[in-house]
Protein backbone atom coordinates (compact mmCIF):
# COMPACT_ATOMS: atom_id res chain seq x y z
CA UNK A 1 0.00 0.00 0.00
CA UNK A 2 2.46 2.56 1.21
CA UNK A 3 4.66 1.86 -2.63
CA UNK A 4 1.19 2.52 -4.43
CA UNK A 5 0.99 5.72 -2.50
CA UNK A 6 5.00 6.57 -2.97
CA UNK A 7 3.56 6.12 -6.64
CA UNK A 8 1.23 8.66 -6.62
CA UNK A 9 2.92 11.03 -4.95
CA UNK A 10 5.61 11.11 -7.99
CA UNK A 11 2.53 11.81 -10.37
CA UNK A 12 1.56 14.38 -8.08
CA UNK A 13 4.94 15.45 -8.31
CA UNK A 14 5.45 15.90 -11.76
CA UNK A 15 2.40 17.66 -12.43
CA UNK A 16 3.29 20.02 -9.70
CA UNK A 17 7.09 20.84 -11.44
CA UNK A 18 5.10 21.51 -14.55
CA UNK A 19 1.85 23.58 -13.72
CA UNK A 20 3.67 25.66 -11.44
CA UNK A 21 5.93 27.48 -13.78
CA UNK A 22 3.72 26.99 -16.95
CA UNK A 23 0.83 29.30 -16.99
CA UNK A 24 -1.67 27.06 -17.18
CA UNK A 25 -2.57 27.09 -13.52
CA UNK A 26 -1.66 23.61 -11.10
CA UNK A 27 -4.56 23.89 -8.90
CA UNK A 28 -6.97 23.02 -11.86
CA UNK A 29 -4.46 20.39 -12.60
CA UNK A 30 -4.07 19.30 -9.14
CA UNK A 31 -8.13 18.60 -8.56
CA UNK A 32 -8.28 16.77 -11.59
CA UNK A 33 -5.43 14.76 -10.59
CA UNK A 34 -6.91 14.13 -7.04
CA UNK A 35 -9.81 12.95 -8.78
CA UNK A 36 -8.78 9.94 -10.50
CA UNK A 37 -5.58 9.09 -8.40
CA UNK A 38 -6.37 10.26 -5.23
CA UNK A 39 -3.62 9.91 -2.23
CA UNK A 40 -5.00 7.65 0.40
CA UNK A 41 -3.96 10.38 3.39
CA UNK A 42 -6.65 12.45 5.25
CA UNK A 43 -8.32 15.56 4.02
CA UNK A 44 -6.02 18.16 6.15
CA UNK A 45 -2.54 16.24 5.16
CA UNK A 46 -3.81 16.75 1.37
CA UNK A 47 -4.51 20.61 1.88
CA UNK A 48 -1.54 20.82 3.35
CA UNK A 49 0.53 18.24 0.62
CA UNK A 50 -0.94 20.49 -2.48
CA UNK A 51 0.90 23.66 -0.81
CA UNK A 52 4.07 22.35 0.47
CA UNK A 53 5.13 20.22 -2.48
CA UNK A 54 6.04 23.57 -4.13
CA UNK A 55 9.08 23.45 -1.95
CA UNK A 56 10.44 21.85 -4.13
CA UNK A 57 9.28 23.73 -6.79
CA UNK A 58 10.85 26.81 -5.47
CA UNK A 59 14.22 24.81 -4.79
CA UNK A 60 14.60 24.82 -8.22
CA UNK A 61 14.60 28.34 -8.68
CA UNK A 62 17.10 28.74 -6.68
CA UNK A 63 19.49 26.25 -7.58
CA UNK A 64 19.26 27.83 -11.81
CA UNK A 65 19.03 32.07 -10.41
CA UNK A 66 21.44 31.20 -7.79
CA UNK A 67 23.49 33.83 -9.59
CA UNK A 68 20.70 36.49 -10.09
CA UNK A 69 19.28 36.41 -6.74
CA UNK A 70 22.03 36.04 -3.94
CA UNK A 71 22.81 39.24 -3.39
CA UNK A 72 26.58 38.85 -1.38
CA UNK A 73 29.60 38.01 -2.42
CA UNK A 74 32.77 39.85 -4.18
CA UNK A 75 32.59 37.85 -7.90
CA UNK A 76 30.70 39.68 -10.32
CA UNK A 77 29.82 42.55 -7.67
CA UNK A 78 28.72 45.54 -10.32
CA UNK A 79 27.70 47.69 -7.88
CA UNK A 80 29.21 47.00 -4.33
CA UNK A 81 27.13 48.66 -1.37
CA UNK A 82 30.58 50.16 -0.30
CA UNK A 83 33.75 49.90 -1.99
CA UNK A 84 35.33 48.25 1.10
CA UNK A 85 34.92 46.29 4.21
CA UNK A 86 31.84 43.84 4.53
CA UNK A 87 29.23 46.16 3.20
CA UNK A 88 31.55 45.49 -0.71
CA UNK A 89 30.47 42.08 -0.78
CA UNK A 90 26.72 43.28 -0.83
CA UNK A 91 25.74 43.57 -4.29
CA UNK A 92 23.39 46.62 -3.93
CA UNK A 93 21.35 46.00 -7.83
CA UNK A 94 20.20 42.20 -6.09
CA UNK A 95 19.19 43.71 -3.14
CA UNK A 96 17.25 46.60 -4.90
CA UNK A 97 15.64 43.73 -6.92
CA UNK A 98 14.61 42.11 -3.78
CA UNK A 99 13.12 44.97 -2.45
CA UNK A 100 10.92 44.70 -5.26
CA UNK A 101 10.13 41.38 -4.64
CA UNK A 102 9.09 42.11 -1.24
CA UNK A 103 6.74 45.01 -2.79
CA UNK A 104 5.04 42.99 -5.09
CA UNK A 105 4.34 40.26 -2.32
CA UNK A 106 2.38 42.79 0.04
CA UNK A 107 -0.70 42.58 -1.96
CA UNK A 108 -1.21 38.65 -1.66
CA UNK A 109 0.61 38.34 1.55
CA UNK A 110 -2.02 40.87 3.36
CA UNK A 111 -5.12 39.58 1.43
CA UNK A 112 -4.28 35.98 2.15
CA UNK A 113 -3.46 36.09 5.57
CA UNK A 114 -6.56 37.67 6.20
CA UNK A 115 -9.23 35.78 4.32
CA UNK A 116 -7.25 32.24 3.19
CA UNK A 117 -9.82 30.66 4.49
CA UNK A 118 -12.44 32.30 3.29
CA UNK A 119 -11.15 31.79 0.02
CA UNK A 120 -10.90 28.08 0.22
CA UNK A 121 -14.33 27.65 1.55
CA UNK A 122 -15.82 29.60 -0.97
CA UNK A 123 -13.79 29.80 -4.29
CA UNK A 124 -11.92 26.36 -4.30
CA UNK A 125 -14.09 24.48 -6.55
CA UNK A 126 -14.58 23.39 -9.98
CA UNK A 127 -16.96 25.88 -11.12
CA UNK A 128 -14.32 28.66 -10.24
CA UNK A 129 -11.60 27.00 -11.44
CA UNK A 130 -13.05 26.59 -14.95
CA UNK A 131 -14.21 29.94 -15.04
CA UNK A 132 -10.93 31.37 -14.30
CA UNK A 133 -9.13 28.51 -16.58
CA UNK A 134 -11.10 29.96 -19.54
CA UNK A 135 -11.12 33.42 -18.38
CA UNK A 136 -7.14 33.94 -18.68
CA UNK A 137 -6.90 31.64 -21.29
CA UNK A 138 -8.99 34.02 -23.12
CA UNK A 139 -6.67 36.98 -21.69
CA UNK A 140 -3.42 35.40 -22.75
CA UNK A 141 -4.60 35.24 -26.20
CA UNK A 142 -6.37 38.76 -26.18
CA UNK A 143 -2.80 40.50 -25.08
CA UNK A 144 -0.71 38.92 -27.30
CA UNK A 145 -2.41 39.78 -30.38
CA UNK A 146 -2.44 43.20 -29.11
CA UNK A 147 1.15 43.41 -28.07
CA UNK A 148 2.09 41.31 -31.40
CA UNK A 149 4.99 43.62 -32.78
CA UNK A 150 4.98 45.68 -30.30
CA UNK A 151 8.35 46.63 -28.97
CA UNK A 152 8.66 46.17 -24.53
CA UNK A 153 8.89 48.90 -22.14
CA UNK A 154 10.77 47.01 -19.97
CA UNK A 155 13.39 44.61 -21.21
CA UNK A 156 15.85 43.97 -18.17
CA UNK A 157 14.97 43.26 -14.50
CA UNK A 158 16.48 46.52 -13.29
CA UNK A 159 14.00 48.17 -15.32
CA UNK A 160 11.35 47.26 -13.09
CA UNK A 161 10.22 49.99 -10.37
CA UNK A 162 8.73 49.78 -7.41
CA UNK A 163 5.24 50.94 -8.66
CA UNK A 164 5.46 48.71 -11.32
CA UNK A 165 6.39 45.89 -8.95
CA UNK A 166 3.41 46.47 -6.72
CA UNK A 167 0.94 46.80 -9.95
CA UNK A 168 2.19 43.27 -11.19
CA UNK A 169 1.71 41.97 -7.26
CA UNK A 170 -1.96 43.37 -7.43
CA UNK A 171 -2.12 40.70 -10.42
CA UNK A 172 -0.55 38.22 -8.38
CA UNK A 173 -3.63 39.04 -6.09
CA UNK A 174 -6.08 37.82 -8.42
CA UNK A 175 -4.91 34.08 -8.18
CA UNK A 176 -4.28 34.16 -4.81
CA UNK A 177 -8.26 34.84 -4.41
CA UNK A 178 -9.40 32.88 -7.77
CA UNK A 179 -7.85 29.33 -7.94
CA UNK A 180 -7.92 28.38 -11.38
CA UNK A 181 -6.40 31.77 -12.45
CA UNK A 182 -2.65 30.46 -12.28
CA UNK A 183 -0.06 32.60 -10.22
CA UNK A 184 2.81 32.60 -12.98
CA UNK A 185 -0.18 33.24 -15.72
CA UNK A 186 -1.65 36.47 -13.19
CA UNK A 187 1.67 37.94 -12.89
CA UNK A 188 2.81 37.49 -16.64
CA UNK A 189 -0.25 38.52 -18.00
CA UNK A 190 0.10 41.29 -15.91
CA UNK A 191 3.75 42.34 -16.29
CA UNK A 192 2.84 41.69 -20.54
CA UNK A 193 0.13 44.64 -19.77
CA UNK A 194 2.46 46.54 -17.84
CA UNK A 195 4.43 46.74 -20.92
CA UNK A 196 7.19 44.56 -19.68
CA UNK A 197 8.78 41.72 -21.88
CA UNK A 198 8.22 38.11 -21.96
CA UNK A 199 11.61 36.82 -20.66
CA UNK A 200 11.99 39.38 -17.63
CA UNK A 201 7.95 38.89 -16.84
CA UNK A 202 9.06 35.03 -16.65
CA UNK A 203 12.11 36.08 -14.47
CA UNK A 204 10.36 38.38 -12.28
CA UNK A 205 7.52 35.69 -11.84
CA UNK A 206 9.92 32.58 -11.12
CA UNK A 207 11.81 35.45 -8.12
CA UNK A 208 8.49 36.15 -6.68
CA UNK A 209 7.39 32.84 -6.29
CA UNK A 210 10.57 32.37 -4.19
CA UNK A 211 8.96 34.40 -0.86
CA UNK A 212 4.98 33.41 -1.87
CA UNK A 213 5.08 29.81 -1.87
CA UNK A 214 7.75 29.53 1.22
CA UNK A 215 5.68 31.55 3.17
CA UNK A 216 2.20 29.75 2.28
CA UNK A 217 4.00 26.40 3.00
CA UNK A 218 5.28 27.31 6.28
CA UNK A 219 1.11 28.65 7.09
CA UNK A 220 -0.10 25.30 5.85
CA UNK A 221 2.73 23.28 7.97
CA UNK A 222 2.22 25.62 11.15
CA UNK A 223 -1.84 24.99 10.68
CA UNK A 224 -1.16 21.12 10.20
CA UNK A 225 1.48 20.40 12.87
CA UNK A 226 4.09 18.19 13.13
CA UNK A 227 2.31 15.09 14.05
CA UNK A 228 3.35 13.33 10.48
CA UNK A 229 3.28 9.43 10.59
CA UNK A 230 6.04 7.94 8.33
CA UNK A 231 4.37 6.90 5.79
CA UNK A 232 3.38 10.86 5.43
CA UNK A 233 6.56 12.25 5.35
CA UNK A 234 7.75 9.64 3.02
CA UNK A 235 4.56 11.08 0.71
CA UNK A 236 5.61 14.42 1.27
CA UNK A 237 9.20 14.15 0.64
CA UNK A 238 8.80 12.28 -2.74
CA UNK A 239 6.39 14.50 -3.62
CA UNK A 240 8.85 17.63 -2.99
CA UNK A 241 11.80 15.94 -5.02
CA UNK A 242 10.00 14.94 -7.98
CA UNK A 243 8.89 18.65 -8.34
CA UNK A 244 12.49 19.53 -8.16
CA UNK A 245 13.79 17.67 -10.54
CA UNK A 246 10.79 18.50 -12.75
CA UNK A 247 10.87 21.71 -11.88
CA UNK A 248 14.37 22.41 -13.20
CA UNK A 249 13.54 21.03 -16.51
CA UNK A 250 10.44 22.78 -17.17
CA UNK A 251 11.37 26.54 -16.26
CA UNK A 252 14.85 25.59 -18.45
CA UNK A 253 12.56 24.66 -21.35
CA UNK A 254 10.12 27.36 -20.61
CA UNK A 255 13.17 30.30 -20.96
CA UNK A 256 13.90 28.87 -23.93
CA UNK A 257 10.40 28.94 -25.22
CA UNK A 258 9.65 32.21 -24.60
CA UNK A 259 12.36 33.89 -26.47
CA UNK A 260 10.77 32.70 -29.77
CA UNK A 261 7.38 31.90 -28.98
CA UNK A 262 4.10 33.88 -27.42
CA UNK A 263 1.66 32.38 -24.78
CA UNK A 264 -1.46 32.08 -27.00
CA UNK A 265 -0.42 28.10 -26.94
CA UNK A 266 -0.94 28.09 -23.30
CA UNK A 267 -4.31 30.11 -23.56
CA UNK A 268 -5.64 27.92 -25.94
CA UNK A 269 -4.70 24.75 -23.47
CA UNK A 270 -6.53 26.54 -20.73
CA UNK A 271 -9.55 27.13 -22.53
CA UNK A 272 -9.55 23.58 -23.47
CA UNK A 273 -8.50 21.97 -19.91
CA UNK A 274 -11.55 25.08 -18.15
CA UNK A 275 -13.77 23.58 -20.64
CA UNK A 276 -13.19 19.63 -19.95
CA UNK A 277 -13.21 20.23 -15.80
CA UNK A 278 -16.83 21.87 -16.30
CA UNK A 279 -17.78 19.46 -18.39
CA UNK A 280 -16.89 16.23 -16.06
CA UNK A 281 -17.31 17.72 -12.79
CA UNK A 282 -21.13 19.29 -14.06
CA UNK A 283 -21.93 15.80 -15.65
CA UNK A 284 -20.92 14.04 -12.40
CA UNK A 285 -23.49 16.31 -10.79
CA UNK A 286 -25.61 15.53 -12.95
CA UNK A 287 -25.93 11.83 -12.99
CA UNK A 288 -25.18 11.65 -9.03
Not at 30 to 53: C, K, R, T
Not at 96 to 107: E, S, Y
Not at 247 to 267: C, E, P, R, T, W
Request: with cysteine; net charge positive.
Amino acid sequence: MELIELLKAVLFGIVEGITEWLPISSTGHMILLNEFVALDVSDDFYNMFQVVIQLGAILAVVVIFWKQIWPFGKKDNRKPLSDSGVLSYVKLDILRLWFKILVACVPAAVIGLLFDETFEKWFYNYQVVSIALIVFGVAFIVIENRHKGKPAKVNSLNGITYRLALLIGVFQLIAAIFPGTSRSGATIVGALLLGVSRTVAAEFTFFLAIPVMFGASLLKLFQFGIDFTMTEILILLTGMVVAFVVSILVIKFLMGYIKKHDFKVFGWYRIVLGILVLAYFGLQALFA
